[in-house]
């Protein structure tokens, strides 16, 4: 008999649901995309029924378009955007408030104050991540101190906290189950790194009660059952859970030490398999945990970029350059370059390797020749100029140029972006046939939770290049596009 595994990429502005047979091949597939909210500038938030909402729809959609029936799944994996926080009612089932989303930076100044205490060295070490309104802990602290009662009701444990991944563990078992994988605790700010446990001295830094925690656990391996939710049967294996990024780094079946992929959706993310060890950088990038099958556990090196495909919805919904986002390629080819034109996409901040929470987005060089095609160009090498700090700092911390470079994501579909990425890089870059390796790596740590896949040689077995791109910029071309870039991060952060 046929077995199945259905794959939750719970993302930033969509959820995606997969269905993949045993030989990893993809059956069925549907993303349902759900509202945006902006309270206020610099401010993310989500309403947990959207996703929930949303969640539902592109599984009963996924499993349609497969033609296969709930009863024929054997396992359920979830991958999720990671640090975006939400707080709920044990009882009800029900949030305090809309979840707090990973771009949001209301917290800034707190981590400022923070920072300005001489706290971030200590929680570098312990953690891995730095300061920054990017992770969960401080997001947490603003509901406790801004929704009423919630502090009390946090300390009687009558609250519980988690990541998007651990609220859709909740529902999907009818309250039954209320823990997260290691790859997510890794980014809350609470957990110590080596330990990978809730760390004590972490939650009192930022007044976080031990009570709201889930437990945590590895990344494969049976959570729970469903229990109550339509469409799906009761019994069914949630049997895998990893962060977005790292269960693209699954996918991507980067299993040996130094292998690295970049995923470019609403953020831009670098991760470098970093072995079995904890790695400090010394180059502002980010220590964290990859993956956890039962006792083997592997490390990663990540740099983030905020905006990557964001910046491109922006030039569709802010200025409405086109209808579509697929349509920013045929734009910016209509031009042979951006024309002197650069565009720093901090909308959010920067992140790694800059962290300038202040940073603000930012487009130069304009003059009266400049149109719209310049623009959209110009956005597009604004991502690959990020990712290119990315990898320059990853390179020097691991003292040696990175030996492989594979991407995925909605926006590594564009050829004009990855082009100009690997002159940048000087690197081929490896784009797979399957794009929607945060899905596999999903399903893949579901299958192995559940004895589907033996292990992992399978999934590099079932890898497939689907397109090469091989640098052919010259280097003099490359050096100039470097320092227009240069002086334009310059501005964005004055």
């Not at 602290?141 to 988690?162: H, I, P, T, Y």
């Not at 998007?164 to 290691?182: E, I, K, M, P, Y």
């Not at 592997?298 to 349509?327: H, M, N, P, T």
């Not at 390796?437 to 192995?448: C, N, P, Q, R």
Request: proline share 4%; hydrophobic share 45%; glycine share 10%.
């Amino acid at each position: 008999m046929a077995k199945y595994v259905l794959a939750i990429d719970q993302g930033t502005t969509g959820t995606t649901a997969l269905v993949l047979d045993q030989q990893l091949a993809v059956r069925g597939k549907r993303n349902v995309e759900f509202r945006q909210i902006f309270p206020r500038p610099g401010w993310v938030e989500h309403d947990l029924e959207d996703i929930w909402a949303s969640t539902l729809k592109a599984i009963s959609a996924a499993l349609r378009d497969a033609s296969v029936k709930p009863a024929q799944l054997e396992a359920l994996g979830i991958a999720n955007q990671r640090e975006t926080a939400l707080l709920w009612d044990r009882r009800t089932g029900r949030p305090i408030h809309n979840a707090i989303v990973w771009q949001d930076r209301r917290t800034a100044d707190a981590c400022n104050a923070l920072r300005a205490a001489g706290k971030e060295p200590w929680v570098h070490e312990k953690t891995g991540l730095v300061l920054d309104a990017y992770f969960s802990a401080t997001k947490v602290r603003w509901m406790l101190d801004n929704v009423k009662g919630a502090q009390v009701r946090a300390e009687r444990g009558e609250l519980a906290f988690g990541t998007v991944d651990a609220a859709l563990l909740w529902r999907l078992t009818g309250g039954a189950v209320h823990a997260t994988d290691v790859t997510n605790a890794s980014r809350t700010l609470l957990m110590d790194l080596a330990g990978r446990q809730w760390d004590d001295e972490l939650c009192q830094l930022f007044g976080v009660p031990r009570a709201v925690l889930p437990e945590i656990r590895p990344s494969a391996g049976v959570f729970g059952t469903v229990k109550g939710v339509r469409g799906l049967p009761d019994g069914l294996p949630i049997a895998g859970i990893a962060g977005d990024q790292q269960a693209a780094l699954v996918g991507q079946a980067c299993f040996a030490e130094g292998e690295a992929k970049c995923t470019y959706g609403t953020g831009a993310f670098l991760l470098m398999n970093a072995g079995n060890r904890p790695v400090t950088s010394r180059h502002g990038l980010l220590g964290t945990v990859a993956w956890q099958v039962g006792g083997e556990v592997a490390y990663a090196l990540e740099g983030s970029a905020f905006i990557a495909g964001a910046v491109v919805q922006w030039l569709r919904d802010g200025l409405g350059l086109f209808r579509k986002s697929k349509e920013v390629e045929a734009l910016a080819r209509k031009v042979p370059d951006s024309g002197g034109v650069a565009v720093v996409p901090a909308l959010a901040g920067l992140g790694a390797p800059h962290w300038r929470q202040d940073a603000r987005g930012l487009i130069s060089g304009i003059d009266r020749g400049t149109t719209k095609a310049h623009i959209a160009r110009a956005a597009l090498e604004g991502i690959a100029f990020e990712i290119y700090d990315l990898a320059q700092a990853m390179s020097q911390d691991i003292g040696k140029p990175m030996p492989m470079f594979r991407v995925d994501g909605g926006a590594s579909t564009n050829d004009l972006l990855m082009q100009f990425q690997a002159d940048l890089l000087q690197t081929p870059i490896e784009r797979p046939r399957m794009v929607e390796t945060t899905a596999l790596g999903a399903a893949f740590l579901a299958g192995l939770g559940t004895g589907v896949w033996p292990g992992i040689k399978e999934l590099s077995k079932a890898w497939r290049a689907g397109k090469q791109f091989r640098p052919r910029m010259k280097p003099q071309d490359r050096d100039e596009h470097l320092a227009r870039w240069r002086k334009a991060i310059d501005r964005a952060c004055l």
